[in-house]
């Protein structure tokens, strides 16, 4: 079946760094990614849908500069968070949607955890 | 009031018990995703509808249109289901998802 592979699973990394997580569908093309935060036992909350070959739509209050998305191919969208700080640390998750209707399948990747400290 | 919402919160029963989870909504829909999300943070689509009934091994979920209602049943529940169940509507044309806040079920052996 279809499969999301979100990479890397844990990461951690120093104050003022950026870091890069992938997201990538392995066997069917998705022209819309989502790009999710979570915070302990909360809520999935949207930060941003990435459609592939145009810019991402934010949500509002998710700073643009900070949560760099990039969709630059079908299989494949990174989030970069940059000059990540502590409250950075949070567990982000992608989704997939196979094809262009509304009504396709949504597939969700892994997760990632990053600590910043 | 949230667009999507879940009951119950929280569910802890004995291995065996029949579950049910509940969802309500308030907005048109194109789709009903029903997601499990384990401890390790994964989240695995366990179904999506947009009508009638589906059945996948022992999970069962069920939506309603016209009373914006579905429910997702585990039946002989296994200390294995223990998860959160997620409700997410796909908005009529729209591209994302609304979540409901989740539903920790546990299930002791």
């Known amino acids: 079946g279809a499969v999301v592979s979100q990479h890397p699973s844990r990461v951690i990394c120093k104050s003022g760094t950026s870091v890069k997580i992938e997201c990538r569908s392995l066997?069917?093309?998705?022209?819309?990614m989502f790009w999710y935060r979570q915070f302990p036992k909360q809520s999935l909350m949207l930060m941003a849908t990435?459609?592939?070959?145009?810019?991402?739509?934010?949500e509002q209050g998710v700073e643009k500069d900070k949560f760099l998305i990039n969709h630059a191919s079908l299989t494949l969208s990174t989030l970069t968070v940059t000059s990540a700080h502590p409250e950075d640390s949070s567990f982000y998750i992608c989704?997939?949607?196979?094809?262009?209707?509304?009504?396709?399948?949504?597939?969700f990747g892994e997760g990632s955890w990053l600590t910043v400290v | 009031k949230n667009e999507v919402e879940q009951s119950p919160q929280n569910l802890t029963a004995q291995e065996g018990e029949f579950i049910t989870i509940n969802c309500s909504y308030s907005?048109?829909?194109?789709?009903l995703h029903w997601l499990q999300q384990h401890p390790g943070g994964g989240i695995v689509s366990l179904f999506m509808?947009?009508?009638g009934k589906k059945k996948h091994g022992r999970l069962i979920a069920t939506i309603n249109i016209q009373e914006k209602h579905s429910s997702l049943h585990i039946t002989a529940s296994h200390p294995r289901d223990s998860a959160v169940y997620i409700c997410?509507?796909?908005?009529?044309?729209?591209?994302?998802?609304?979540f409901g806040q989740g539903t920790r079920l546990t299930i002791n052996p």
């Open positions: 989704s997939a949607r196979a094809g262009l209707g509304v009504g396709n399948t949504i597939y």
């Open positions: 066997d069917f093309q998705a022209t819309t």
């Open positions: 990435s459609n592939e070959g145009s810019k991402a739509t934010y």
């Open positions: 907005v048109g829909i194109s789709a």
């Open positions: 509808l947009s009508s």
């Open positions: 997410a509507v796909g908005r009529w044309r729209a591209q994302k998802l609304v």
